[in-house]
């Protein structure tokens, strides 16, 4: 079983599950937008080398020594950038056909933590230890370390859910990913134009993540606040959801619910702040630590659409 092997049912709308959660989807139109701006680049002439150039200078993941540039900023931009079409497109499809998910599981602050997480573990693995197998060195570029992070978390939370290869051959998620990982580290050392270093280094890195945050010993969300001023940020959307303060787990266990099952009370005794609340604690800690009562006050207000 894996670590979310619950049945629980996804309404379709107020912040439950979603073909294209707010993270994943700003993440693929921002390795899009990049992509669009190396093309340009590509077309343009700096001091007679091309645009693009520059950009691999500055913003790819350039290995250590005198001859390179590397920047510690690199380790984080090197992530967005990619080197074709079929590159950028391999890396978001997979992307979002396991991210999807897992945002839904995680909630979008701690999937974004995560990802970035796991692009950083891939990024260090393949600045330090490709020198030490004497390979020879390039700058690094895409989204592939991190998104074998993203295949871990896959794995580890659906472990039994059925992925068809070449969309015919059908086999369990643990099974496919786990080969494909142990690929990764099995070609760590051959020369080669794929990083394999970096797909071991974010797989390893996702694993460990999640490992750790399971009990609770790390929290991606109380990191991201510590960064976070409290304050209100914009009121709006279809159904007129407020994005207000951020507020600790135990003022969210600790509130008081409407019971949607007394028929003491009318349906309309579940107000929009009520939602509102709901939908806050999604985005915070996931759809899958809601309570019961909670996913039946989401059910019965999607049904009222």
Known sequence: MGLDSRDYYRPSGYGGFSFFPPVLKNLIIANVVVFFIQMIFGN???????????????????????????????????????????????????????????????????????????????????????????????????????????????????????????????????????????????????????AHMAHAGGALTGFLFILLDRRGEFSGRRILNSFKKPKDVFSSGKFGRTFRKAVKKDDVEDAKFYDINDNSKKDDSVSQEEIDRILDKISQSGYQNLTDREKKILFEASRKK
């Open 44 to 194: 343009i002439l700096i001091n007679g080398i091309p645009g693009d150039r520059w950009m691999d200078y500055f913003f790819a993941l350039n290995p250590l020594g005198e001859k390179y540039n590397f920047q510690i900023w690199q380790l984080f931009t090197y992530q967005f950038m990619h080197g074709s079409f079929t590159h950028i497109l391999f890396n978001m499809f997979v992307l979002w056909m396991f991210g999807m998910e897992i945002e839904n599981v995680m909630g979008s602050r701690k999937f974004l933590l995560f990802y970035l997480v796991c692009g950083l573990g891939a990024g260090i693995a393949q600045t330090l230890i490709p020198p030490l197998l004497s390979q020879e060195l390039a700058p690094t570029i895409g989204a592939s370390g991190a998104v074998f992070g993203v295949m871990i978390a896959f794995a580890m939370f659906f472990p039994d859910r059925y992925i068809f290869l070449y969309f015919l051959i059908p086999i369990k998620a643990k099974y496919l990913i786990t080969i494909m990982v142990i690929f990764e580290f099995m070609s760590v050392g051959n020369q080669s134009v794929i």
